[in-house]
Every structure is written in C-alpha cells, then in structure tokens.
C-alpha cells in the first residue's frame, strides 16, 4: 500500500518568493511521483511527473520537484512565486505494477500576497 | 495534447432522481477511467476504476448500485448516481489514463452535482 502527506494544509507566500510545497510518500516499491494543480471549481492540471530516471523533475509555469529517495521526498518548489500560482497543489503516488491507481495527498492551499 | 471532456460542469437535481455524468477522452483512447469525488477543501476520493467492456471495479464503502459506471468504449464512460440525495452532492471528476503504467493521466473539469 502507499500513502502521501502533504506538509502544510495552507502555505502563504508573497510575490516573487519561493514557493516550497512539501510532499512525503511511503511506498514498498519504487513509486511514481506526481504533482497536479487545481484551480476553484476546475478538474486537475498536471504539473510534473517522476517516473525514472533523472531525480530533478522540471514541470510547467517554472516548477520543479527532486525525488528524494533517501528521505521519501517530492516536493514542489518554485524560484519565484506569481499570483497566478494561487490554487491548491495535489502530489500523488503511483505504483509500479499498481493498475494505474493513484494515491492523493490531502493538498495544500497556496495563497500568493502582494 | 490529451483531452478529457466531463460533462455537464453542473447540474442541479432533485432528491430522488437520478443524474449522469459523461466522460469522454477527445483525441485517445483511454484504456482505463477513473472517477473520483472531491468533498469542500478536501482530497480526491477514489471511487471507481473502469475499464471498456468490463464492470467497474469500486473502491471500499463506494455502493454500487447509487454509483453506476459505465464503460462502453475506449473513449466514454460515464457515472449515473442513482436516487440522488442531498448528502451526495460533491465535486465529482473523472480521469483517463492512456495505456499502461501510470504515465499518463488526464483529467476531465470536474461535475459539480448539488442535490436540492
């Protein structure tokens, strides 16, 4: 079975900060890692994906995420924060051999200020 | 890029009557769908897995008989919540993944069901 904590239910940032959105998973087997954005009202966007191969993961709108295996890692960070980036931020998990099933964290709220 | 269109965006019913939600992938064929529902500020709940031509497969405490999904094609499924009640309404979204593995997965707009 896995699992995923997100870190942080609501992160407040202000404009041009760093955004660091935390993600732990726990897995058996070697997981497949991902980061989605959801906009009010609105399906999921995907971010950014780990499947193998390079830990650093570049996604779209300038975020990047790093596979941390040694601490069961995967968090999302941005250089610079916009207010667009204001939406809630899902990672999940999925399994190898896992039927396509995906684990969802219970999602951070990130609020962009002036 | 893959599209998955889920209609209607909203619908409002009355208790008692029965709604239905498609989910269509626009330009793939999608080998499994997934419908999820999403409760105010909270996580995505998995509800059921579908593939074509077979009988979904429904999470733990998911009924059945309220939820019908239905799996006609490699590009359309579609959940009918069954008597309606108030307590089932929610954001539901469903999501098409292309092939095997869990590379790919696309996500329809979501349905917003309020049951009055």
């Avoid at chain 2, 979204?93 to 917003?112: K, L, M, V």
Wanted: net charge neutral.
């Amino acid at each position: 079975a896995q699992s995923v904590t997100q870190l942080g239910s609501h992160v407040s940032v202000s404009e041009g900060a760093l955004v660091l959105l935390r993600c732990n998973y726990s897995s058996s087997v070697p997981p497949y890692l991902f980061w989605y954005v959801q906009y009010p009202n609105q399906g999921l966007q995907l971010l950014l994906k780990y499947t193998t191969g390079a830990t650093l993961v570049k996604g779209i709108n300038g975020f990047e995420a790093e596979f941390k295996k040694s601490e069961t890692s995967f968090h999302l960070t941005k250089p610079s924060a916009h207010m667009s980036d204001a939406a809630e931020y899902f990672c999940a998990v999925g399994l190898t051999g896992g039927g396509n099933k995906l684990t969802f964290g219970t999602g951070t709220q990130l609020k962009v200020e002036l | 890029g893959a599209v998955v269109s889920q209609h209607p965006s909203r619908v409002i019913c009355k208790s008692g009557t029965s709604v239905k939600i498609e989910c269509r992938s626009l330009d793939f064929q999608a080998t499994t769908m997934f419908w999820y529902r999403q409760f105010p500020k909270q996580s995505l709940m998995l509800m059921a897995t579908s593939n074509e031509g077979s009988k979904a497969t429904y999470e733990q405490g998911v009924e059945k008989d309220k939820f019908l999904i239905n799996h006609a094609s490699l590009t359309l499924s579609t959940l009918t919540v069954t008597s309606a009640h108030p307590e089932d309404s929610s954001f539901y979204i469903c999501s098409a993944a292309q092939g095997e593995g869990p590379y790919g997965y696309t996500f329809g707009s979501g349905t917003r069901l309020t049951v009055v």
